[in-house]
């Protein structure tokens, strides 16, 4: 299992710009690590109390498969819950008042 330690330097300097600028995007080239990045920020904000909730906006494909393997391979954000907001307008709304952080 990966640790925060196993992140880059710039994957760190990444999770630290979400920290300090609320309502950001991270834009860089697929497979640089940008999931990684914003995991161990939202992480880092829950365990500060400074967020209890995270809303994350994706490719579908990115949200299905991408998010919730990062999150589980990760021993700093394994314990973070997440709900996919997906599907007919009720089953949104049923997904976002998910007991989840993400």
């Known amino acids: ?48 109390c400074d967020v209890s909730k995270a809303l994350v906006i994706a490719p579908l494909r990115v949200a299905r498969y991408v998010w919730p393997f990062e999150i589980g391979a990760w021993s700093h954000t394994k314990q973070l819950r997440y709900s996919l907001v997906v599907g007919s307008a009720k089953q949104r709304a049923k997904a976002l008042r998910a007991d989840a952080e993400i």
């Open 1 to 48: 299992m990966l640790s925060s330690d196993d992140l880059h330097g710039y994957q760190r300097r990444a999770a630290e710009f979400v920290k300090t600028h609320r309502g950001c995007a991270l834009f860089a080239d697929c497979g640089t690590g940008k999931t990684a990045a914003t995991l161990t920020a939202i992480a880092d904000l829950f365990m500060t």
